[in-house]
């Protein structure tokens, strides 16, 4: 399927301003779109864009092999398609909303693969987005690229353990011992990273 | 962290899990008994609910900014191939009801009321029931303490996690509510105390068997070797 066929380019650059002023991106747009339209052009522009990173973070830390990654990248594209009526724009952003489903059915992808015998799904453990207030000055774009720009700034030691903690799913203990660092070593490097980004939050939350 | 945070009709949890335990569990990497625990207390804490929102926004930032892999169209193609089984849900979250009602996690493992529950009684004031998570490790399970009651001296090999859920207790630390989040690592000796007024109901993982201390308790440590998972 042709990525300009259906919803045209144009509607990008108008339907960025909302109410508050501030802009949305061109992935909540999707969501909407799919949620509202079965819009499948608007589907096929977010599994381009997502897919690959859904696969890169399957196979973050070789954890999954490359069939099982395909798998997985089915299995979140396919939760998209589903849940995009839940998707609340003015409770998330776009790419927070995805990486969380790509994460919940990564845990549960692991946790079938050994064979865990669990009444629970992950998204169980995911508060609803209806309960949540809306927060959309935490997670606006401005906010996520600023905490990308942070990340590329990160001591290296940093950036390894967070990425270990995120993208590869380890506990703070398996990363220490895999790192062979202590453990509080480990924390207070993760600690002192995820305080710094959280930071950026705080700081786009004061210039509203 | 204690920390407090005042929402309208919310309970006001004092005592919070440290920011490593939010961290692990945004990322995904607590095992499932104590990201459990976790969940039920965001069901309480609103201070905390929106740490971990924005220690999720942290886990999407990183993830924007992986190396993506490259994806055939064939994988494209079989999955639009499937949208048309795969249906859009019409979407209609459940409702939760008052804050200070079991959270709703719980309510599903336990698949019942508290009564319903077989409970196995370790002193006249104490009585523990396992609840099974699946989690190969760690042993989640529900504690009733009664009102003044007092559970003998105890340490772990492991990390205990505790989430009041009815009445509270005390012990030299500090005195608990419902909400309130209490770990404590490996060799941590401590003798929670129920308030006096009211039965205590809490919810604990831990990674290994208790171990009494005292002498006179030595006899009943085979009963709290309980099943994990
Ligand atoms: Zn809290």
């Known amino acids: ?57 399957a196979l973050s830390g070789s954890a999954l092999s490359a069939t099982h990654a395909d798998e997985l990248v089915q299995e ?82 940093q950036t390894q353990i967070i990425a270990k903690v995120y993208m590869e799913g380890k506990s703070h203990a398996e990363a220490a011992s895999e790192l062979d660092l202590p453990l509080g070593t480990v924390k207070s490097r993760v600690r002192l990273a995820v305080q710094k980004m959280q930071a950026q939050f705080e700081v786009s939350q004061e210039s509203r | 962290m204690n920390q407090e945070y005042r929402v309208e009709d919310k309970v006001m949890a004092k005592h919070h899990p440290e920011l490593d335990i939010l961290t692990e569990h945004a990322a995904g990497s607590l095992s499932l008994a104590q990201t459990a625990c976790v969940a039920a207390h965001l069901n309480y804490c609103h201070c905390c609910s929106q740490t971990v929102s924005r220690l999720q926004a942290v886990g999407a930032a990183m993830f924007e900014s992986l190396d993506p892999e490259p994806v055939g169209d064939a994988l494209l193609d079989r999955v639009l191939a499937r949208l048309d089984e795969e249906a859009p849900l019409s979407y209609q979250p459940a409702r939760r009801s008052g804050q200070d009602a079991t959270p709703a996690l719980l309510s599903r493992l336990m698949a019942g009321d508290f009564s319903d529950l077989v409970w196995k009684k370790v002193t006249d004031a104490l009585r523990i029931t396992p609840i099974r998570t699946g989690d190969p490790q760690f042993e989640f399970s529900l504690l009733h303490i009664k009102a003044g009651g007092e559970i003998p001296p105890h340490d772990h090999r492991g990390s205990e996690m505790t ?67």
């Open chain 1, 76 to 157: 979140v594209m396919l939760k998209i398609w589903q849940k995009a009526g839940g998707f609340n724009p003015e409770k998330a952003a776009a790419s927070t909303w995805v990486y969380t489903i790509a994460r919940n059915c990564r845990t549960d992808m692991f946790r079938r693969l050994n064979k865990f015998d669990t009444p629970l799904a992950a998204e169980d453990f995911s508060p609803d987005q209806e309960h949540e207030e809306p927060f959309m000055q935490l997670q606006s774009r401005r906010s996520a690229d600023r905490i990308r720009e942070m990340m590329k700034n990160l001591p290296a030691d």
């Open chain 2, 163 to 229: 989430l009041v859920l009815q009445g509270g207790f005390s012990d030299d630390r500090g005195s608990y509510h419902p909400g309130d989040f209490i770990y404590r690592s490996a060799n941590d000796v401590h003798a929670p105390r129920a308030f006096a007024d009211e039965d205590c109901l809490c919810l604990a993982v831990i990674d290994a068997p208790l171990r009494f201390t005292g002498w006179k308790y030595r006899w009943m440590n085979p009963f709290l070797r309980l099943q994990a998972g």
């Open chain 1, 1 to 57: 399927m042709d990525e300009k066929t259906g919803t045209s380019r144009d509607q990008g650059d108008v339907a960025k301003t909302i109410p508050t002023g501030r802009r949305t991106d061109e992935w909540s747009e999707c969501l909407v779109l799919i949620a509202n339209k079965q819009d499948r052009a608007a589907y096929t522009r977010l599994f381009r864009h997502f897919a690959p990173l859904i696969k890169a973070f």
